[in-house]
């Protein structure tokens, strides 16, 4: 399998709105995303889990961002709103085939979540200004 592959990424003002797209194999339970800002390491952003639609979310993000998948063509979305300047980052899509429901919808808020996911995109870039 071919890693996924993000789209949907560019330039906002604080306050605008953005939706990540993401094309995934459609053979792996597990899918989030993680952002890495200037200076700083990958960080867990959400995380769906295909079969029950559970989702998991980093602090930072919580009511602002939300993850969805579309089943009949294996994609996973990320809708932000209210962006804000501390959400400029690269973007990485993600898949995993060895976490369960839980597991896939907590971890993403673990300080080392990143080693956790197996498959990642090459990343996609989101820039808000002030």
């Known amino acids: 399998w071919a890693q996924p592959v993000e789209s949907g990424g560019g330039s906002v003002q604080a306050g605008g709105s953005l939706r990540l797209s993401c094309k995934v194999s459609?053979?792996?339970?597990?899918m989030g995303w993680f952002r890495q800002r200037p200076g700083k390491g990958r960080e867990g952003v959400a995380s769906i889990f295909s079969n029950t639609g559970a989702t998991g979310y980093a602090d930072s993000v919580l009511g602002r961002f939300t993850i969805a998948r579309n089943s009949a063509t294996n994609t996973v979305y990320l809708q932000m709103n209210n962006l804000r300047p501390d959400d400029t980052a690269m973007y990485f899509c993600?898949?995993?085939?060895?976490?369960?429901?839980?597991?896939?919808?907590?971890?993403?808020?673990?300080?080392?979540?990143?080693?956790?996911?197996?498959?990642w995109g090459q990343g996609t870039q989101v820039t808000v200004s002030s």
């Open positions: 459609g053979e792996h339970d597990c």
């Open positions: 993600v898949e995993d085939h060895t976490l369960g429901s839980t597991a896939c919808t907590t971890a993403i808020r673990l300080p080392d979540a990143f080693e956790m996911y197996t498959y």
